[in-house]
């Protein structure tokens, strides 16, 4: 009995001081946790950077326009017949007064020289009564009358030449024809398309502006061109027309800019960029576009700053400003606010920082900005 009590006893006694140690042995493992704890530090983030620039810009706008030729018509007849002849090849270029489309002018021809005949015909008539009127044989009605007659023939020459000469379509200006949608035999009614025709030297663009810039723009401004079709080369115009509207709905106004089109390169209702230059230069500070942490409540970039540490020795440590961006240009945005000239900013390797992460910078692969970049090729 009592040895069954002593074993009562020590049963208990056991698990509590089991217990007992377990827990002094897990409070030295969690202190020394978190003693490694406070003087653990992540490694240093590997990025890119650039210095803030202070730097001049030519005052410029940009839009995005569409060329339009400075003349284009689509080539019809105001006579209906049946065509005979066509003078034109799809894609071609004509001068002004080429024939393009000849109509059958059969019936017309024959009818003027009937008109003809009766011309002649009615000015013999006149002839012979001037001559009667001299010598009193006939009255003055009958001269009226012979006068009024040769007037007539010769209005039904003309009258029947003009429309001869309507059958006969040309071209009103120099330019680039279109494909052709008439075929030779073909019966064209009044008004039915031929071809369109473009006159594409020089050529127009035509784009709008923000109400804003009507104090910067001028009659004569230069402008450049650019397409994405001929990455490669830019077209130099000046601005030629400014409307003297403005759009109500949009509160933009349209502008138009003529560029030299000597190789025809330039299409009608291609889309272009357009920047109109200014003689007028600002300063500005830039930062390359990919430092830019784009967010809706602001953008924002990570400056590389500089923090002393206990052993008084400095690291780079990320530092997170709010800026306001102005005009893209290139590789580099302009900042109207947030930053100062000779301020580093990181340039790749920005999504994956916060305030006070630990930086190591390097730049041997970091790309290089340009106002001006050429994709390269492949």
Known sequence: MKTKTKLWIA????????????????????????KAGEHFAPPPEAVSSAPVQAARWAASRQAIGTLVAVRGVTLGSEMPGLITEIDFDSGSSVRQG???????????????????????????????????????????ADLDAAEARAKQAAAAVVNLQALIAKKYIRA???GRVAIRQVELGQVLSAGAPVASLQSVTPIHADFWFPQQAL???????????????????????QLTAINPEVDTATRNVKVRATFPNPDGRLRPGMYVNVEVLSNDQRRVLVIPVTSVLFAPYGDTVFLVDKKAGGDGKESLVAKQEFVRLGEKRGDFVEVLSGLEAGQTVVTSGAFKLRNGTALLVNNTLAPDAKLEPTPRER
């Open 11 to 34: 049963i208990p006694l056991g698990l509590v001081l089991v217990v007992v140690v377990l827990g002094f042995v897990k409070a030295r493992q969690f202190g020394t946790m978190m």
């Open 172 to 174: 009103p200006f120099d």
């Open 98 to 140: 080429a024939l393009m489309v000849k109509l059958d002018t059969s019936t017309e021809e024959a009818q003027l020289q009937a008109a003809k005949a009766d011309e002649a015909l009615a000015r013999l008539n006149l002839e012979r009564a001037q001559s009667l009127r001299k010598g009193e044989s006939n009255s003055p």
């Open 215 to 237: 104090a910067d723009l001028k009659l004569g401004q230069k402008a450049r061109l650019k397409t994405d079709a001929f990455p490669k080369d830019s077209w130099e115009g």
